[in-house]
Nanobody
Framework: HVQLVESGGGSVQAGGSLRLSCAAS????????MGWFRQAPGKEREGVAA???????SYQDSVKGRFTISRDNDKNTVHLQMNSLTPEDTAMYYCAVAPRRLYTYNWRNEDEYNYWGQGTQVTVS
């Protein structure tokens, strides 16, 4: 069983930055792809970014150029550096892991991820 613990959320003014982190408790074979999702009030959860164990990244169009996902495979951690934040980025952010390589057509599919964190709130005003 993999436990995911997110940290780094908070409140920031528009234009500011936050860095989210997610630590996975289990052996890295369970974490082939690590991703970040978010859910704003009244909206469905959506994929923000993902990175597989080989370093291949995927991003939602609205965050390209502003957000950067990175991971430390030795420590089973994934980070999301968020710059130039806007109020539209306000949401609960969730870390998730998938046990297989994901591709452009399926990295946003929540069903591909088998473990999820509890979420960390990001508020941009």
């Amino acid at each position: 069983h993999v436990q995911l613990v997110e940290s780094g959320g908070g409140s920031v003014q528009a234009g500011g930055s936050l860095r989210l982190s997610c630590a996975a408790s289990a052996y890295s074979y369970s974490s082939y792809c690590m991703g970040w999702f978010r859910q704003a009030p009244g909206k469905e959860r959506e994929g923000v970014a993902a990175m597989d164990i080989d370093g291949v990244t995927s991003y939602q169009d609205s965050v390209k150029g502003r957000f950067t996902i990175s991971r430390d495979n030795d420590k089973n951690t994934v980070h999301l550096q968020m710059n130039s934040l806007t109020p539209e980025d306000t949401a609960m952010y969730y870390c998730a892991v998938a046990p297989r390589r994901l591709y452009t057509y399926n990295w946003r599919n929540e069903d591909e991820y088998n473990y999820w964190g509890q979420g960390t709130q990001v508020t941009v005003s």
